[in-house]
């Protein structure tokens, strides 16, 4: 972290903390907020837990998350409350102000010192304290970090490590992606070594479906995929009367997209989801292909360069149709084929 020793005196007296994360947090997101929250609230700190909207219900295990307060979801007047009050204000796994919806221009016009922790590409110079490398796997990964290098590292309990824990495991994809480092590893045998029970974590995360996501699925890889072999590229179209049908909850998409970028080939996947107010998509790729410039060029949106996101306020129809043009321009890119493994 940049100023590590002026941040380490700013925090050993007692503050008021906002910590917030990306609307529609995933585990990464949840985690890292929940972990930091543990580990301020041992240091004497008053901490709010904001999110901009809900999150997966498979997330609710985590401890703290029923102090959680959702923006969206009747908590505008508490949030904007603890925000004005604020001494410091976090800003977890997100690299713009523009990802936490309406609470950006709250945290931006707050008199509050921001902490921005994240991992994401191109970060929005905003914070005055930044921990962001590109070479974390996770926010997590990057919060154990900190605690770490304050010497706390002894504070962290079996809860704190599980959020932690929870959120290295799903950003590495089960510790399958590139991302997936010596540190990474070092990371988590630290974690397990507080008490992390990895067995429980995964099986909270991975295994708790509700019967209507199965058969969405199912549905979904039935009926929905499209794979266009002349540019290695496999996506889903989903639309809003598709989600109504399955009674879609959020996080019942996620992971959609990885069986798309499972196929033998694929270079490219998409999942394009009509979410009503707009058009949500997610991209992953693998090797050069960068769907983070694909994302930020074409649909508002960025990430990291093998998993990004963006947005479109074209109709469903009109969002696949430039998707696939998009595709032809290219075309030169997409079709090289894959390295394989020897």
């Not at 479906?209 to 794979?227: C, D, H, P, Q, T």
């Amino acid at each position: 972290m940049q100023n590590l020793e002026a941040f380490k005196i700013e925090i050993n007296s007692p503050k008021k903390v906002v910590i917030t994360t990306h609307h529609k947090p995933d585990a990464d997101a949840l985690g890292s907020s929940l972990g930091l929250a543990g580990y301020l609230n041992k240091k004497g700190h008053d901490v709010t837990v904001i999110s901009p909207t809900d999150y997966p219900e498979f997330l609710y295990w985590m401890k703290g998350n029923d102090t959680v307060i959702k923006y969206n979801e009747g908590g505008q007047e508490v949030s904007e409350k603890a925000i004005q009050e604020a001494d410091l204000i976090f800003c977890l796994d997100f690299s713009s102000l523009n990802r936490i919806n309406e609470l950006g221009e709250l945290v931006r016009d707050s008199k509050a010192r921001k902490v921005l922790i994240d991992h994401h590409l191109e970060p929005e110079d905003f914070a005055t304290y930044t921990l962001w490398s590109t070479e974390a796997a996770a926010t997590a990964e990057l919060v154990h970090q900190l605690i770490i290098d304050l010497g706390d590292g002894d504070m962290i309990d079996k809860n704190m490590a599980e959020c932690l824990y929870a959120g290295i495991m799903t950003d590495t994809g089960s510790f399958k992606h590139p991302n997936t480092t010596k540190n990474v590893f070092m990371v988590c045998a630290d974690l397990i070594g507080k008490g992390a029970d990895t067995a429980k974590v995964a099986k909270l995360i991975y295994d708790t479906n509700s019967v209507e996501r199965v058969k969405f699925l199912g549905y979904a890889l039935n009926e929905k995929l499209k794979i266009l072999p002349k540019y290695n590229t496999a996506y889903f179209a989903i639309t809003e009367n598709e989600l109504k049908k399955f009674k879609s909850k959020t996080g019942d998409t996620e992971g959609l997209v990885n069986y798309a970028l499972s196929i033998n080939g694929i270079k490219l996947a998409a999942v394009i989801i009509d979410r009503t107010e707009a058009v949500k998509i997610s991209f992953r790729s693998v090797g050069d292909f960068s769907v983070n410039e694909f994302a930020r060029k074409n649909f508002e949106g960025g990430g990291h360069k093998n998993a990004a996101g963006g947005i479109s306020y074209l109709s469903l129809d009109e969002t696949v149709e430039k998707f696939e043009k998009l595709l032809e321009e290219n075309k030169n890119e997409l079709s090289t084929n894959l390295k394989t493994y020897a």
